[in-house]
């Protein structure tokens, strides 16, 4: 699994559509008409309004029992019935960077629970995962998700369920962006 | 501890005076006279010959207490007798990366005692970690170190040990810079 980048450009062109922003904490992010997904690119396209840059890699709380049991169950990108999508940009907060990894990892799963339920929606919910701290990006992770229409409403259940935990409290800015295509 | 860019340029300026470079294992770095450490940095000097970028920024595998301890033990960057440093850039393996972050926790440090080995080293060995491997770079870390001319036998020593361990088997390129101002 080499790392690649990928930018996700907001503004008039691209794949997605977008039916709606909403700004769950933090700075809100202008309006835009489409979304396109740049898998391998690095550079800020100049047509778009706004663009979030990420890096796919290595998993950084994830054990080896658990990473067997999501690969397993995970769908992949692209499915041909998973016609909506979901861009959940989330910055946390210095308190949660100040942490040391076993406190992180505590309150990641033991506290939070966070691949437990992401596993309940799984093989539903398609979802990749980009790091953007070290690139000095305004947020720290960009998940993107791809879902069927129908199972729109347990997509909003599971963000329900993680906004409801404890991980949660460190999030200090999150932007929730639906697509369709 | 909010994240900062740091850029090595290694060319014709800068504090630090290139006594040696020593290519450890993989791709070699060209021959330069000195070398220029520019903190908050994401940009690449022009006029370098060529530069290393990395992110200081949270700790990946230390727990609270290992932390606790580093922290009380280790000198800060810039000491007055510290006249020596050393660049050590280093690339690991896809074999590496592939591993979850509960089996590069128990060969860094169960295996590899990397933080133990470290601790006997201090406080004569300033050190400080930058993380490229996000930004595309040809190298995952960058590890800056600083001591007094005295202490550099004990330096080589401490490099000796890790290189010697099974996290070791997993870099796959690795360069030794040594300076002096």
Excluded: C, N
């Excluded at 690119?41 to 663009?51: G, I, L």
């Excluded at 658990?66 to 995970?74: G, W």
């Excluded at 998973?82 to 406190?103: F, G, H, N, Y």
Aim: proline share 6%; glycine share 8%; no cysteine.
């Amino acid at each position: 699994m080499p790392s690649f980048p990928v930018a996700f450009a907001g503004g008039k062109e691209g794949t997605w559509r977008v039916r709606g922003i909403s700004t769950v904490v933090g700075a809100p992010l202008p309006a835009v008409e489409r979304l396109a997904v740049l898998d391998g690119t690095r550079e800020v396209p100049q047509s778009a309004t706004w663009t979030l840059r990420g890096v796919v890699g290595h998993e950084r709380y994830v054990e080896r029992s658990e990473h067997e049991e999501l690969a397993a169950r995970s769908p992949g990108l692209g499915r041909p019935e998973a016609t909506r999508a979901a861009l959940i940009p989330i910055k946390k907060s210095e308190a949660w960077w100040s942490l040391s990894q076993d406190e992180r990892r505590a309150i990641f799963e033991d506290d939070s629970r966070h691949i437990e339920s992401g596993l309940k929606y799984l093989p539903a919910i398609a979802r990749r995962l980009h790091h953007s701290r070290d690139l000095g990006e305004p947020f720290d992770f960009l998940t993107w998700f791809e879902f069927a229409p129908q199972d729109e409403v347990r997509f909003d259940e599971l963000v329900a369920l993680l906004r409801a935990t404890k991980e949660w409290g460190f999030v200090d800015g999150e932007v929730d962006i639906r697509l369709e295509r």
